[in-house]
């Protein structure tokens, strides 16, 4: 999902931050910095729930993927953006994380699942930036990332959260050890959202498209799970050479000092005028989430 059109970066890094400033540094990275590369990542991450066979039957279950493939993709990336763009604490945020629990309230799951699902999140882009960014993510940037999503977590009442990124990628590792598995439900799922990026990509390269994805994952479990044919040594290899290339450019270029997303103004074929926060989340839930009988518990 393109947020903005500009890529990443701007003129301050984030290195030497203070460790109060975890959050702006951790907007810094996402906004500006390695914005293209965490958005890919969030893109990559989100694809890696349908490989557990319990949380794909849940998202099966619940229908809005497969029916609404493209407003479930789009509101999900906007629900992750307005928190960082905005903050926690902020009205907005306090929006989104209302709607977060609202629709979290009556889904099955241990505390291990979700917290699973929360930390593709911090693991996923990460490492995607680590292995193909035009920078690789500082210890400090990795560390107010992983602040962030310990703080929302707390807010979303999950328990047991990793302090330390090195804990999270160990949670994260053990859990797809033990859980990630073909099933059906996760093969639809799978089918349902690969058509979001059939059609953002030009006609003679939308056959493409599965070879393009399994390209970018880093598990041939992942891509067994998900139904998809493993990546050949041409693609990966091709991937990797247009990843240098695109770093190589971005390097010489002017780094950008617009945002990668602006809240309200997403502009995508799906909210072409921008949207409203009520406009965000699943249709079958009926009550908006920011109703007061509507906070988390």
């Known amino acids: ?117 929360l930390l ?21 940037e990795e560390s107010a990332a992983t602040r962030f999503y310990q703080e929302l977590g707390v807010r979303m009442n999950i328990g047991t959260i990793p302090a330390t990124f090195p804990e999270a990628e160990q949670f994260f590792d053990d859990y797809e050890r033990k859980n990630i598995a073909h099933s059906p439900g996760g093969a639809e799922l799978m089918a349902s959202t690969v058509q979001i990026l059939k059609s953002r990509l030009p006609a003679p390269a939308r056959p493409l498209a599965k070879t393009m994805l399994t390209a970018m994952f880093d598990d041939d479990r992942l891509t067994d799970a998900l139904g998809l044919p493993r990546a050949t040594q041409l693609s990966k290899a091709t991937l990797n050479a247009v990843l240098k290339a695109r770093n190589a450019i971005h390097r010489r270029r002017p780094l950008s000092t617009k945002p990668h997303f602006v809240p309200g103004k997403e502009g995508s074929s799906l909210y072409p005028n921008g949207y409203r926060l009520d406009d965000i989340g699943p249709e079958n839930i009926m009550t908006p989430a920011s109703e007061p009988n509507h906070e988390p518990s």
């Open 120 to 140: 593709t999140l911090l693991v996923v882009p990460i490492r995607w930036a680590r292995e193909h960014g035009w920078r690789v993510p500082t210890p400090a």
């Open 1 to 117: 999902m393109r947020m903005n059109s500009s890529l990443a970066g701007s003129t301050r890094h984030q290195s030497d931050a203070k460790p109060e400033d975890w959050e702006a540094t951790y907007r810094q990275i996402v906004l500006y910095d390695l914005a293209a590369d965490i958005e890919l990542g969030f893109f990559l991450a989100y694809y890696r729930n349908f490989a557990v066979p319990s949380i794909a039957a849940t998202l099966h279950r619940n229908g809005e993927i497969t029916q609404r493939p493209i407003k479930r993709s789009y509101d999900t990336a906007i629900v992750t953006y307005e928190l960082i763009c905005n903050g926690l604490d902020s009205d907005r945020g306090r929006h989104m994380i209302r709607l977060l629990n609202h629709v979290h309230r009556h889904v099955p799951g241990n505390n291990d699942d979700f917290l699973y699902v």
